[in-house]
């Protein structure tokens, strides 16, 4: 999958902004949106709360997670733990991306923030490369993989299953090997 | 900015007479798991025309109106956005599906052949007469710019065997839905044994799509 | 020379381009793989006749020939299915119309499959979602909402954003535009992204 459509994706995700304007409720095939009043926080999906804040029309708060203190909460639990820790949001990775490059004057501690998620991700990312292989030298044929997101199992998606139809192949042909064809018509 | 000149506060609300109707909401959950579904398995999943045709009849819906609407107007360009949103999945979808249909063509027809009365159709009539055609176009092709220049005896060739099928045995990634009990997971070596997991609900997993392709259809598990 | 070189050299020469290449149309090599499928298909009518009289000792020759019958058939239909696939490609990167280069590579049947496969594609886009029409060729990457400045790098006229917005695209003149709406322009090499 692209990775532009993982980020589609993540843009469907719920944050709350501030907003300078007044509009009714808007009635979007996907749900109804607003009212949008001046000062009073409301939910919107983040493309269109990146859209808003761009054209100089909200204020986004960031969301409960997006704080130095539970990050590094997050952070030192993954250290610790074998497995995959609960994520605070299923597109972690791409809020912050997205909020941190296009709303960091709305975000406290935006750099601090920025390292965090990265160790977080980069601590996930080496345990996700470790099972991967261990799943290939293991030949298993299933895995439980709670708490990974779509973002991360996409950076091993293409290689792993190609390198398991590869390998899947090679034994296939060893054991069968009985393929011979039979011409009849000369 | 605060007076809307688009008001769109009747368009999603015509139908509620109706009860068991899906809302919009609910149909374009429906074609965002579809999409997936679809750009993750190797084979093709059966057609969600109904899904395809209800979406088509939103966004033609919506752009009609936006059509009425004064340029600038805040209200019509979020609509916009969105209505862009919905129409990028649903191309990105019909597009996958395109794409197996012709990567593997005469299978999707062959079983298409041999299906059951009753049971559902894995392809849209637009779909199938796509296939045929090009299966058609293809073998008509092959004919005329080489087999029918070959030897007597080789002036055919078995479409079914020439062109790849899919790897049902290839692995994807899924989410469960519903949860499932005693699925076999067969062994990928001689020395491996076969054994059996439960499929909790929301939880992920790694194996065949071969074990699993059955709870797709049924909307047990979905691919990710 | 070996049997069969003629045919897996055809199929050589698609591997050895990346995916979106399509070379000139092999008609030569074609026809020296042609020709010797009919004198192995003639040696092997007569020794058929032979060995039905009897001589055993020509089956294996037989075989073999047949063998490398059905690997040339496979291999030349190998070879000219990949090129559809190529040009089946170019046709969702270039749009309707293939470029010159592209057209001037490619056989008279190619050409005819290429326009039977673009009537199938519009019928099947305009049949979709019970006969309202969808271009699926379009809309090939996910929307972004966000907005970008650009510089204009030369004189285009007016130009209409999406909620309606009439701008005047002139010379150095610059823009907050949505992204989308101008990566067209981009390419074109009408506006240029502005880095802040």
């Not at chain 2, 519903?178 to 790694?206: A, C, F, M, W």
Request: glycine residues 4%; proline residues 5%.
């Amino acid at each position: 999958m692209d990775p532009s459509e993982v980020e589609f994706l993540a843009e469907k995700e719920l944050v709350k902004i501030v907003p300078n304007f007044s509009l009714d409720k808007i009635y979007l095939i996907g749900g109804d949106l607003g009212p949008f009043n001046p000062g009073l926080p409301v939910d919107v999906p983040l493309w269109l709360a990146l859209n808003f804040k761009q054209r100089q029309k909200c204020r986004i708060i960031p969301p409960d997670w997006m704080d130095v203190e539970k990050l590094e909460e997050i952070r030192e639990l993954e250290k610790r733990e074998e497995a995959f820790t609960p994520v605070p949001s299923p597109y972690y990775m791409e809020l912050t991306k997205l909020l941190l490059n296009h709303a960091s004057d709305n975000i406290p501690k935006a750099d601090e923030i920025r390292t965090l998620v990265k160790d977080i991700w980069d601590t996930r990312i080496a345990k996700l490369r470790l099972s991967a292989d261990s799943f290939i030298s293991q030949q298993e044929a299933h895995a439980k993989l709670d708490n990974l997101t779509l973002l991360e199992i996409n950076t091993i998606r293409e290689f792993l299953l190609n390198s398991l139809n590869c390998m899947f192949k090679l034994r296939s042909n060893l054991q069968a090997g009985s393929s011979g064809r039979t011409f009849t018509d000369y | 900015m605060s007076e809307a000149a688009f008001d769109d506060s009747e368009i999603n609300q015509e139908d509620d007479s109706q009860e068991d109707v899906m809302t919009p909401a609910e149909l374009i959950a429906k074609l965002e798991e579809a999409w997936l579904n679809e750009k993750f398995s190797p084979e093709l999943q059966e057609n969600k025309s109904e899904v395809v045709e209800c979406v088509m009849e939103q966004l033609t819906h919506m752009e009609s109106n936006l059509q009425r609407v004064k340029k600038g107007d805040t209200k019509a360009s979020i609509h916009r956005m969105e209505v862009d949103r919905i129409r990028f999945v649903l191309t990105s979808y019909l597009r996958s599906r395109l794409q197996k249909i012709e990567k593997f063509f005469p299978h999707v027809l062959e079983r298409e052949k041999s299906r059951a009365d009753g049971e559902p159709s894995l392809l849209s009539p637009e779909e199938f007469a796509f296939a045929k055609e090009y299966y058609d176009n293809t073998e008509a092709y092959l004919k005329a710019v080489a087999l029918k220049r070959m030897p007597p005896n080789l002036q055919s060739i078995d479409m079914l065997k020439a062109v790849p099928e899919p790897c049902l045995d290839s692995f994807v990634f899924l989410r469960v839905k519903e949860k499932q009990e005693n699925i076999l997971i067969e062994p990928e070596t001689d020395d491996q044994r076969e054994y059996v997991v439960d499929l909790e609900e929301g939880s992920q997993h790694l194996m065949r799509y071969r074990t699993i392709a059955p709870l797709i259809s049924n909307g047990a598990v979905k691919l990710i | 020379m070996m049997f069969c070189e003629k045919a897996v050299e055809l199929v050589r020469e698609l591997q050895r381009l990346s995916d979106g290449q399509l070379p000139a149309f092999n008609e030569d090599g074609l026809r020296q793989v042609l020709q010797e499928m009919e004198s192995l298909y003639d040696q092997n009518q007569a020794d058929v006749n032979e060995a039905k009289a009897g001589r055993s000792d020509f089956i294996p020759s037989i075989k073999l020939r047949h063998s490398c019958l059905l690997r040339n058939q496979r291999c030349v239909t190998a070879y000219l299915y990949d090129r559809l696939l190529r040009i089946r490609a170019l046709r969702w990167e270039y749009g309707s119309v293939l470029p010159a280069n592209v057209r001037f590579h490619m056989c008279a049947e190619e050409v005819e499959w290429f326009s039977q496969y673009k009537k199938s594609l519009a019928s099947f886009m305009r049949s979709i979602g019970g006969g309202e029409g969808l271009d699926i060729t379009q809309d090939m990457k996910p929307p972004k909402s966000l907005y970008i400045q650009v510089r204009c790098i030369k004189d285009h006229g007016e130009f209409e954003i999406d909620d309606g917005t009439i701008i005047l695209l002139k010379k150095n003149s610059q823009h907050f535009l949505p992204r989308w709406k101008c990566e067209h322009l981009i390419r074109q090499g009408v506006l240029e992204h502005v880095l802040s």
